[in-house]
């Protein structure tokens, strides 16, 4: 195999050479030097709009400017951050390699909580769900005694559903019909009887690729008339990404810490009242059940929020995507749609309203497959042909995905062969979920300096922890956030990687990290352990100094001059 | 269940009812009405900036002003066009409904010619492609002996990769490592030892993501400073959407016709010029093998190509999809980052250049699983960091596809027990595609009025037509492209369904449709029978028309006043 060391360095055809000096003269390029072409050694760089020429970087194989620089790099994308894979992550990723060389650290793994990624924590996949998508894939499994008759009568469906009958081809830019008609009669199902209308129903990839979706549609405007977007703070990361990406304005409304994380209507009017000076409030974003917070809204904080969006003329984009998440005895689900319309005709009728759902979450976990679905209500009529053309250019959903998420809209029907051991599943996941809920509330704020709101729901806690003075100095001088500070020590002291606060927003003068509760309760508590143990020294550790700094300033204070 | 007609409407709580009336006191909004506020029958819409109340459209169920309407909409994504999924095809699901419905047309099935969608038109997948992904999908059938060892092999490696062992986990960003590893050895294979280092291979969902997230970073400036692309006309539609989308500049070169769509060196020069007066052009896309013009470029034309964008310091996006539907005996595909490192190292250290793969073309056709990769090469470092970043926002291309990428980088060896069915199966598929393009490039030749170029590679016939002056007047008197005009009739009257050529660009004054030639190829045969039909009475038609329109002008001429 030739190498680049073993390549024979040639050096550009002079611009006079056969080969290109007819194209450049035709093209009205001088290709002799002339009074405003400076010759240098090598390569001339062509500014061809004023036909002279600079010099470009010489010699052969020496780096020269690029196209695409920091400087040249669309600032859109430079603003964006996502802190879910954000630098402790990549730190993570280096330390992980570096102990698979076998370098010794304090610890022997690294403990990835940083990302609510359920299967890669070593939970197993829904044994159902799988087949069916095996039996999509391969579909001479059809044949074997080996799979139960429902998902073969699931995986017939979906595959007649796809073009030639077969998983490989494009769906339609919305998902497969079935699948999407699966979907509304799972939400009609959820909602008691609600109505739901496949035509609203929009399958995507992930949950991601909706919102994002949605948010270009309504991204426009300049200056005061700029599109602006409500977000939670705390908020996932996704939605300040997006906004960035799209150039909109951010409008954040504080959750109450001090209320279980709980939106409180004021707040939002505060944000609202104080954008609309200097932007045009367009949308409103809500996390329920909440990530990073955790927490579940209550039907009448739904309610007063649908009501507010109304009065606004807002559009609300509901994300659900943990809406199978929900752990406290006192805590339910309420979807947005159901609440609109048990507030009546008027509101039901008019509020528009995306709600996002995710294969990625629930008791599946199946992040992988990028599977999920959008169920757009009031949305104008040319607007919805606008989304499809935007959704058309992407091509569809991948369709491994699209079936994934049949699965949880179709699931085993009770006098169905599969579903014993579905329902046994299912309930095995969400129960342990349940149990590592309380377990992380309970111990985490068994330690001083740490407190964390009940995790109601999704699969995060959210903890504020105390960063002592000393602490919030140095990460000043080291010109990081105090909590990424924390979780930078945290992790490389002992393997666990967590994801600091500011990356989802937080009060100012407040400190948080999100942790996903997903590791085996076993690890779980070994993990706890670990962090509080670290806690506790680091709380020591910049007293201490903080201590020792000062009785070092009062005896040099003491010494004569 | 229940049904909207059921609803018992419900009037929105007055503004003082206990429910909102304290938080809107709170937020400083008038409960009572005072001087001003005008009270209207059903709901008042607070326009709270100003604490005055407009009235809304009042009765509940009405209909009100939405948030997001065409005149609000993002003017970006007003602008996309993406006519492989256009009006046409619209207009080609409700004939198929129509037709399920039972509803008599003069033909019994709509053939969808418009998409370079394999298996929807009958293409089998590859059997080891699909045992691979169906074992990582539901790994239990490792245990089977229906499965080769050869498949079992590349599941285990698949999966190893995998967080969990489990394709439902979240890759990184770039995607799962191995794959990428293989990807960059087969890169290497595929280039006769021409090094490929797996670091700058990025997994992707199919190549338009990849396309899109490079677009995306060079996307920058305003007024003469905006980034232009250069884009071939005609083109790949997801091109000039994407850049509406990024609100960039496109900067058309048409590719010569007369010359079998060759890429004419001149005629980028004459774009670049006159594209640099009014934008700054920093990327050059070619797409080769062609879509929609199916030529494949020469080595000769490649390195000119090169030197150009080295010159002029563009960025070079290579959309090789088609890298492996090359038909014409005469054509070889040539890749850009072997004849880049053919020119030698002051090329090929410096040209920033980005290729692109895809699983849903080749021989394998998996559209639906939305695979891809890109090979990234003398990109900024820093500049790097900047894609990784924004790809993680999305989280990670689906898993599956980047299974059925690592089958296609990986596919069964010479002494494996897939090899042979394999060969076979690859075979086949790349012989009928080669039988298909001669087939349809000699019918289509055969008709007078239409002249179709050689199909040398990829899956498409972009025949030129010619249209009567007076199919161009009823075109114009309907506000639609006269090629429009021209496939909405053969749509409508014969049911075969392709895209006009106003789609994807064309000299002014040219008309064109694309077709693939992925119909087998008996369907192929009587399409095109139909297709010459169709022709041949549109051109009578419309001449008759002329002639008759002629003949009573005449007519009323001679009549006495």
């Known amino acids: 195999m030739l190498r680049l060391r073993d390549l024979v360095q040639r050096s550009v055809p002079p611009r006079n050479s056969p080969l290109y000096s007819g194209i450049w003269q035709r093209a009205g390029y001088k290709t002799q030097p002339g009074p405003q072409v400076t010759e240098q050694p090598g390569l001339a760089r062509f500014s061809t709009a004023e036909a002279t020429v600079q010099t470009g970087a010489g010699h052969p194989g020496r780096m020269r400017e690029k196209s695409l620089t920091m400087a040249s790099l669309s600032p859109q994308v430079k603003a964006v951050e996502y802190a879910v894979r954000g630098p402790i992550v990549i730190r993570a990723g280096d330390i992980e390699r570096r102990l698979q060389q076998g370098v010794k650290e304090s610890f022997t793994e690294v403990i990835k909580a940083n990302i609510g990624d359920a299967h890669a924590m070593g939970q197993q996949p829904i044994t159902f769900l799988r087949q069916v998508v095996a039996l999509c894939c391969y579909p001479e499994l059809l044949q074997s005694p080996a799979f139960p008759e429902d998902a073969k009568q699931r995986a017939r469906r979906i595959l007649q559903g796809c073009g030639g009958q077969s998983l490989g081809s494009y769906s339609a830019s919305q998902g497969v019909d079935c699948i999407r008609q699966h979907v509304a009669e799972y939400i009609t199902e959820r909602d008691q009887g609600v109505p739901s209308d496949w035509n609203n129903i929009y399958l995507t990839t992930g949950a991601s690729d ?5 948010l270009k549609l309504l991204v426009s405007g300049e ?21 960035s990406e799209l150039d ?13 994380w709980a939106l409180d209507i004021e707040e939002l009017q505060r944000a609202y009242l104080s954008a609309k000076q200097h932007c045009q409030p367009r949308a409103l974003c809500i996390i329920n059940p909440g990530n990073p917070t955790g927490q579940v809204q209550s039907k009448k904080c739904i309610e007063e929020v649908l009501h507010f969006a109304y009065e606004e003329n807002l559009l609300v984009m509901a994300d659900e995507v943990y809406q199978d998440n929900v752990y406290s005895a006192d805590c339910q689900f309420h979807s947005f749609k159901k ?17 996002f759902h995710s294969t990625s979450k629930g008791y599946t976990g199946e992040c992988g497959f990028r599977g999920g679905y959008m169920e757009v209500l009031n949305m104008d009529p040319q607007v919805k042909d606008q989304l499809v053309k935007l959704l058309s250019v992407r091509l569809c959903p991948p369709v491994p995905g699209q079936a994934a998420m049949d699965v949880i809209v179709n699931p085993p029907r009770e006098h169905e062969p599969s579903y014993a051991q579905f329902i046994k599943e299912k309930s095995s996941v969400l129960d342990v979920l349940a149990q590592k809920a309380r377990l992380t ?11 964390c709101n009940p995790v109601q729901g999704a699969m995060y806690a959210f903890p504020r922890i105390f960063i002592p003075p000393r602490a919030i100095q140095e990460a000043k001088a080291r010109s990081m956030a105090p909590d990424m500070l924390y979780c930078l020590k945290l992790l490389e002291e002992t393997g666990i990687c967590v994801v600091p606060g500011s990356g989802f927003g937080q009060k100012e003068g407040t400190y948080h990290f999100r942790m996903t509760i997903l590791p085996s309760p076993e690890k779980l508590t070994v993990l706890l352990g670990k962090l509080k143990e670290f806690h506790l020294r680091f709380l020591e550790e910049y007293s201490q100094e903080e201590a020792q700094s000062s009785s070092r300033h009062r005896e040099e204070a003491q010494q004569p001059d």
Chains 1, 2 share one sequence.
Do not use: W
């Open 339 to 355: 609440v609109l319309y048990e507030m009546g005709l008027e509101y039901f009728s008019n509020v528009e309203l995306v709600s």
């Open 248 to 260: 909109a304005v951010h409008i954040n409304y504080y959750l109450d810490e001090e209320n279980c």
């Open 223 to 243: 200056g005061s008339g700029r599109t602006g977007v409500m977000i939670p703070i705390p908020q996932y990361p996704l939605y300040s990404a997006a906004l």
């Open 210 to 214: 909706g919102i994002m979706s949605i």
């Open 441 to 451: 509330e309970q111990i985490l704020n068994s330690v001083p300096g740490i407190k």
